[in-house]
Nanobody
């Protein structure tokens, strides 16, 4: 069984920084794309950033230039460095990974979510 475990959320003042981490564990053949999504109260879940196994990145427009996603393929981890945080970044952040679990099957997995709160 595959699990994604997140860490690093918390409360920070506007302009501050936080770093989120997520580790994938369990029976996996290969970890494909990994990423972060977020959901604020009353809003739909939205893309924050994704990174492929080769290191190609993609960012949501609202975080470009402020957030940086990275990964360690050897450890099956993905990180999100968040700088210049704004109150509108407040949300529950979810880790996501597309994982090949057998030769013929791959599935999307989600972490339990970690709260990020940015005060003004």
């Amino acid at each position: 069984q595959v699990q994604l475990v997140e860490s690093g959320g918390g409360l920070v003042q506007a302009g501050g920084s936080l770093r989120l981490s997520c580790a994938a564990s369990g029976k996996m053949l290969r970890v494909n794309d990994m990423g972060w999504y977020r959901q604020a109260p009353g809003k739909q879940r939205e893309l924050v950033a994704t990174i492929s196994s080769s290191g190609s990145t993609n960012y949501g427009d609202s975080v470009k230039g402020r957030f940086t996603i990275s990964r360690d393929n050897a450890k099956n981890t993905v990180n999100l460095q968040m700088n210049s945080l704004k109150p509108e970044d407040t949300a529950v952040y979810y880790c996501n990974a597309n994982i090949r679990i057998t030769l013929w099957a791959r599935e999307d997995y989600w972490g339990q979510g970690t709260q990020v709160t940015v005060s003004s």
